[in-house]
């Protein structure tokens, strides 16, 4: 039921725990423009109050499979379909997505409600400015219109675990849209302290008209004074520069207290100058050349892995604490060609959290895989090389070793086979 500035929404289907807190607000939505001269219910209609149109679907076919919204459809004369829909006080009927039906007086797009016989006035008061709002999302309308009605219900004590019991979301959720309640400037909290320590009780304040200005959190001292938390638009700033910053890939730096104090018998290690190694490493591998070819960015990361690989304390591959001697050993054989072959291999550093400390795994593995397969080969070689050497040098060949009889035996058939064709070509027979 519609007035000019409030909805009468009907509570039944806000005390219902089983419907979600979006499904209840899409279910408040359509109730406000019920009665309204002119408008035709389609979902283009109804999108631009809702926070995308993935929310609108899945809040419309909860109305549906919960029985509070009827569809109905038919052919008219002209062959074009007409859309007609029931608004329900309490589910009733076999829910269904769609019904047809052979005839009906009713325009495409009308919505009425249908009451229930004995509960008509069981509603709860909403704005319709809340309703039709393009930047609240439904579960927000939901939840504001739960805990108006719930307010209403004399002697009812208002707190977040009791309002839960009426909504279908769980604990973390709910907590989740609670929140963006206040954030939204539509329900202030006030604490008072309760006479004993680190005890308060909570007192709430539901707005019909967003307020972003007063803070959502006040605090009663037990002496009179009064102190809040940041204002509303003050947290939504900073919220909006950490997502920028986070977005950006920057990272905020962080004051932390030292936790941990180091033994004085540990011994320590000796610094060494990252900017004089860091020259030292890029004139190993001629970082002036893979830039040209990869880019700076990417050959400055390989300079700051390999700098890292060679000269941190500790540093875990695949899960394990690889020595520092190691480490420096793979890094001293480290070339120009080999890196360049391992970045013409296409690795995408986009997604990894520390491009610097995945590349620097991807960098050892790669060039311990390459030492392991010069090993090999030089091995190979090694071996194959030494008899061609002893010959050089003079050395006798090695005699093979003596044949087994069955092999002697198998040589004699196979002389014999040949003798007898040759002597039958001599004869001109046919072989």
Known sequence: MMN??????????????????????????????IGMPGWALTKAAL???????????????????RGYLKHYCMIDSRGA???????????????????????????NGDLHMVLSSEKKRDFVRVPNALLRSQTLPLAVKGLFSVVAHLAGIPNFSLNPDGIRSFCKEKAKHFATLWRALKLFGLLKQ???????????????????TP???????????????????R????????????????????????????????????????????????????????????SERFGPQAANLVV???TSLAGAQTVKVG??????????AVVERVTHAAVAAILSQGLDLSRAKNPAAYLRSVLYTALTQQTESEKQIAAWHAKWDKPKQDLIAGAAEPSEPPLADWELAWLAQVKDRRERRRAAIARGEEV
């Open 190 to 208: 006030h604490r008072h302290p309760a006479g004993m320590d680190c005890h308060f009780s909570y007192e709430y304040e539901l707005l019909d």
């Open 231 to 290: 204002t509303i638009a003050d947290y939504i700033s900073s919220a909006a520069s950490r997502l920028k910053a986070w977005l950006s890939g920057a990272k905020q730096e962080k004051n932390r207290r030292k936790n941990i104090v180091r033994k004085a018998d540990a011994p320590l290690a000796p610094a060494v100058h990252t900017d004089k190694r860091a020259d030292e490493m890029r004139r190993q591998i001629d970082a002036d050349r893979l």
């Open 81 to 107: 379909f007409v859309h007609s829909y029931e608004l329900m006080q309490e589910p009733s009927g076999t829910p269904a997505r769609m019904t047809y039906v052979a005839s009906m007086d009713r325009e």
């Open 304 to 306: 700051k892995a390999l």
């Open 211 to 229: 307020d972003t200005d007063a803070p959502y959190l006040v605090n009663h001292r037990a002496d009179g004074s009064v102190s809040s938390s």
């Open 319 to 328: 899960g394990a604490d690889v020595p520092q001697e190691e480490r420096q």
């Open 4 to 33: 000019n500035s409030f909805t009468l929404g009907y509570a039944h289907a806000l005390r219902d725990a089983t419907l979600s807190l979006s499904g209840k607000g899409l279910y408040l939505v359509l109730s406000s423009f």
């Open 47 to 65: 999108e631009p109050y809702c926070e995308s149109h993935y929310a609108l679907e899945k809040a419309w076919r909860e109305l549906q499979d």
